[in-house]
Structures are given as structure tokens and as C-alpha cells.
């Protein structure tokens, strides 16, 4: 084999990373929001997408759904024969239940958000 050949094969070999199956499998985990952690109304999440997920019942309500766009963010909540919905722009906040959402970060593919009890 030539030195330029060689050279050029070496380069591409260095150049290529070789990523176990598992690791992808264990990237994607990691960048779902934890959201079992919200279900006492305390947690900080990174979401890029609408979610919905389970709250204590002790706050009269047992679901709350998430969703933004580069201007604010919509919070249903909803329970046994009750429903609510509030929309805060920018890097505001909303107590729905005793629970405030507030925005750290927004934008249109991603917001990290606050919840905490009040």
C-alpha cells in the first residue's frame, strides 16, 4: 500500500466512531424528561415536545399536559370531573392547583420548565 493510501485509510479509520447498539439505546433514554419526577409538583424538566403525565391527587387534579412555542407555554390540567387550561408567555409563570409552572428557557424546539408547590 502507498504512504498517500495509507494515510488517507488511517484518516478515515480515525475519523469513524464506533458506537455500541446499547449506548443509542441509552442516549435516547437519557433525553426523555423524567416525568415521574413531577408527579409531587416539584421537578425541572427539559421538554421538545407536548407532554402529559400523572399528579398527586392531593391537588384535585390527577393530569397535567405541557406544551409551548417560541412564545409561551399551555397548561391543561384535568381530574375526575374537573379541567382547567392557562397560557403564559415569555419566561412567565402559572399556579394551576397549587402548582406553578415557570419557564427558565423558551424557544420554538425546546423549554425547561419549573414546577414547584406552593
Known amino acids: 500500500m502507498s504512504g498517500k493510501i495509507r494515510t488517507a485509510a488511517l484518516a478515515v479509520a480515525v475519523s469513524l466512531t464506533i458506537v455500541p447498539v446499547g449506548a443509542t439505546t441509552a442516549f ?8 415521574r419526577a413531577c ?12 407532554v402529559s403525565f400523572r399528579i398527586d391527587p392531593g391537588f ?10 417560541a412564545g409561551g407555554v399551555h397548561v391543561k390540567s384535568s381530574g375526575p370531573g374537573v379541567s382547567g387550561s392557562a397560557y403564559f408567555s415569555g419566561s412567565g409563570s402559572v399556579t394551576v392547583n397549587g402548582i406553578t409552572v415557570q419557564a427558565l428557557s423558551l424557544s420554538s424546539r425546546k423549554a425547561v420548565l419549573r414546577l414547584t408547590t406552593s
Open 28 to 35: 435516547a433514554a437519557a433525553a426523555k424528561p423524567n416525568l
Open 39 to 50: 408527579y409531587d409538583g416539584n421537578c425541572k424538566i427539559s421538554i421538545t415536545r407536548k
Open 60 to 69: 384535585g387534579i390527577t393530569k397535567l399536559t405541557l406544551s409551548f412555542n
